[in-house]
C-alpha cells in the first residue's frame, strides 16, 4: 500500500491510498473554494449522561446529486470534484460538512471505488484489504490527535437509510468522548469480570455464539454470527476469534482472511430478499476499544475489549422496513419481528454457489 497526502483547495486533507507503490497523486484541487466554516458543539445531556453533536452547518450539505454531478467521482476534465486526480483505488478526506471538528473530533469521508455504479460487495479482494488497511491508518493517526478518545469506522448504505450520495462510501468519526454504546459494553465487561474472577465477557460471548445455532459462516481467523438479542430483523456481528482491542492489533492471518468473510457476508445481505428485489440497505460499524483513560470502568483496560463488526439492515422483509417507533425510539427498548435463529438460517440458505 502506498499512501500520499495532500491538501484541497480549503486546506482539507485528502488521503490517497494505492495498490501500486509506483502510484503518483500529484493533481491539484482546481476549485475556488473558500475555507471551510463549521460550528460543531458537543452538548452533555445531564439526565442521560450522553453527548449530543450540534452541527447547523451541516443543512447545506449536498443532497442526492445526480451521478454526472456526484462529488466523490474523480475529477475529469472541467468536472471538478472532492479527489482532484482523474482516478484512484481508494481514498479519505476530511468531511467538508462534518458533524465534529477542531476540538470536537473530527469526521472523514472514506470512498472505497472510484466506480460510481459499484458497492462494498463488488470490491476484489485485494481493494477490500486496501479499505482495511486504510481503515487501520486512519485510526492509528487519528487516536494521536489529543481531542480524540475513540475511533469508529462505518458505513451507510442505501437511500432508506438515509445516505445522501450513492457513490460508495462510508465514513470514520473520531470522538472527543468514549461514546454511550461503547460505555455499556465496558460496564458489562467489568460486572462480568468482577462477578466470575476475571473472565471476560466478550470471550464468553463468543464461546458460546460458536456453538450454537446462529452462527452464519466461520473461517479460520473470522466468524459471524446472529446474536442471540440481535435488535434488528438481520444482525450479524463478525469477531476476529482472537481477542484484540482494535484495527491495529489485527495479524496477518486475520488481514488477510477478513476480504473473504467480509465480502461474503456482504453478499448474502444482498441476496436474503430474493431476487429482482433492490439493493439491503445496511449499516456496518466498527467497535473498536476507546484511546482514552477507561477509570470509570473500574477494573478494565483497553485489552479487555474486543474488536468487532455490526452489520445489520432496517428492511425486514421484502418491501417493508423496521422503523424504530415508540418503544424502541422513547424507551430504547426494541422489538424484533424475526427470531435471530431464523434470520442466521436465512443467511446460510443464500451462500452463493
Same mark, same amino acid.
Given at each position: 500500500?502506498k499512501?500520499?497526502?495532500?491538501?484541497? $483547495?480549503?486546506?482539507? %486533507?485528502?488521503?490517497?491510498?494505492?495498490?501500486?507503490? !509506483? =502510484?503518483? *497523486?500529484?493533481? +491539484?484541487?482546481?476549485r475556488?473554494?473558500?475555507?471551510?466554516?463549521?460550528?460543531?458543539?458537543?452538548?452533555?445531556d445531564?439526565?442521560?449522561?450522553?453527548?449530543?453533536?450540534?452541527?447547523?452547518?451541516?443543512?447545506?450539505?449536498?443532497?442526492?446529486?445526480?451521478?454526472?454531478?456526484?462529488?466523490?467521482?474523480?475529477?475529469?476534465?472541467?468536472?471538478?470534484?472532492?479527489?482532484?486526480?482523474s482516478?484512484?483505488? $481508494?481514498?479519505?478526506? %476530511?468531511?467538508?460538512?462534518?458533524?465534529l471538528?477542531g !476540538? =470536537?473530533? *473530527?469526521?472523514? +469521508?472514506?470512498?472505497?471505488?472510484?466506480?460510481h455504479?459499484?458497492s462494498f460487495?463488488?470490491?476484489?479482494?485485494e481493494?477490500?484489504?486496501?479499505?482495511?488497511?486504510?481503515?487501520?491508518?486512519?485510526?492509528?493517526?487519528?487516536s494521536?490527535?489529543?481531542?480524540?478518545?475513540?475511533?469508529?469506522?462505518?458505513?451507510?448504505?442505501?437511500?432508506?437509510?438515509?445516505?445522501?450520495l450513492g457513490?460508495?462510501?462510508?465514513?470514520?468519526?473520531?470522538?472527543?468522548?468514549?461514546?454511550?454504546?461503547?460505555?455499556?459494553?465496558l *460496564?458489562?465487561?467489568?460486572?462480568?469480570?468482577?462477578?466470575?474472577?476475571?473472565?471476560?465477557?466478550?470471550?464468553?460471548?463468543?464461546?458460546?455464539?460458536?456453538?450454537?445455532e446462529?452462527?452464519?459462516?466461520?473461517?479460520?481467523?473470522?466468524?459471524?454470527?446472529?446474536?442471540?438479542?440481535?435488535?434488528?430483523?438481520?444482525?450479524?456481528?463478525?469477531?476476529?476469534?482472537?481477542?484484540?482491542?482494535?484495527?491495529?492489533?489485527?495479524?496477518?492471518?486475520?488481514?488477510t482472511e477478513?476480504?473473504?468473510?467480509?465480502?461474503?457476508?456482504?453478499? *448474502?445481505?444482498?441476496r436474503?430478499?430474493?431476487?429482482?428485489?433492490?439493493p439491503?440497505?445496511?449499516?456496518?460499524?466498527?467497535?473498536?476499544?476507546?484511546?482514552?483513560?477507561?477509570?470509570?470502568?473500574?477494573?478494565?483496560?483497553?485489552?479487555?475489549f474486543?474488536?468487532?463488526?455490526?452489520?445489520?439492515t432496517?428492511?425486514?422483509?421484502?418491501?417493508?422496513?423496521?422503523?424504530?417507533?415508540?418503544?424502541?425510539?422513547?424507551?430504547n427498548?426494541?422489538?424484533?419481528?424475526?427470531?435471530?435463529?431464523?434470520?442466521?438460517?436465512?443467511?446460510?440458505?443464500?451462500?452463493?454457489?
Open positions: 500500500m499512501k500520499t497526502s495532500t491538501r484541497l $483547495a480549503d486546506g482539507r %486533507e485528502l488521503i490517497y491510498y494505492d495498490q501500486r507503490d !509506483d =502510484s503518483v *497523486r500529484d493533481a +491539484v484541487d482546481r475556488p473554494l473558500d475555507p471551510t466554516v463549521t460550528t460543531s458543539e458537543v452538548r452533555r445531564p439526565l442521560l449522561g450522553d453527548s449530543i453533536a450540534v452541527a447547523s452547518h451541516r443543512q447545506g450539505r449536498i443532497y442526492h446529486p445526480p451521478a454526472d454531478e456526484c462529488p466523490l467521482c474523480p475529477s475529469q476534465g472541467d468536472r471538478l470534484s472532492e479527489i482532484p486526480d482516478s484512484y483505488d $481508494a481514498v479519505v478526506f %476530511e468531511n467538508r460538512f462534518p458533524s471538528a !476540538d =470536537s473530533g *473530527r469526521c472523514e +469521508v472514506v470512498c472505497f471505488t472510484s466506480d455504479n459499484a460487495a463488488d470490491l476484489t479482494e481493494q477490500a484489504r486496501l479499505v482495511l488497511d486504510a481503515w487501520t491508518d486512519r485510526t492509528s493517526e487519528l494521536h490527535l489529543p481531542s480524540v478518545e475513540q475511533v469508529f469506522c462505518f458505513e451507510n448504505r442505501g437511500a432508506e437509510i438515509g445516505v445522501t457513490h460508495p462510501h462510508g465514513q470514520i468519526y473520531a470522538y472527543p468522548f468514549t461514546t454511550p454504546r461503547t460505555a455499556l459494553m *460496564r458489562s465487561v467489568a460486572a462480568h469480570k468482577e462477578a466470575t474472577g476475571g473472565e471476560n465477557l466478550f470471550d464468553d460471548v463468543l464461546r458460546r455464539e460458536l456453538a450454537d446462529r452462527v452464519v459462516l466461520e473461517g479460520e481467523h473470522w466468524v459471524a454470527f446472529v446474536p442471540y438479542a440481535a435488535h434488528w430483523p438481520y444482525e450479524v456481528h463478525l469477531y476476529p476469534k482472537r481477542r484484540v482491542p482494535d484495527l491495529l492489533a489485527l495479524d496477518e492471518d486475520a488481514r477478513f476480504p473473504q468473510v467480509y465480502l461474503e457476508l456482504l453478499r *448474502r445481505f444482498d436474503i430478499f430474493g431476487e429482482g428485489e433492490p439491503t440497505p445496511y449499516i456496518s460499524a466498527w467497535h473498536q476499544a476507546p484511546f482514552g483513560a477507561l477509570e470509570e470502568f473500574e477494573g478494565v483496560n483497553r485489552d479487555d474486543a474488536l468487532h463488526l455490526e452489520l445489520f432496517i428492511r425486514r422483509t421484502s418491501g417493508k422496513l423496521k422503523f424504530l417507533a415508540g418503544s424502541e425510539s422513547g424507551m427498548v426494541f422489538i424484533n419481528d424475526v427470531p435471530p435463529e431464523a434470520a442466521a438460517r436465512r443467511l446460510r440458505e443464500v451462500a452463493s454457489s
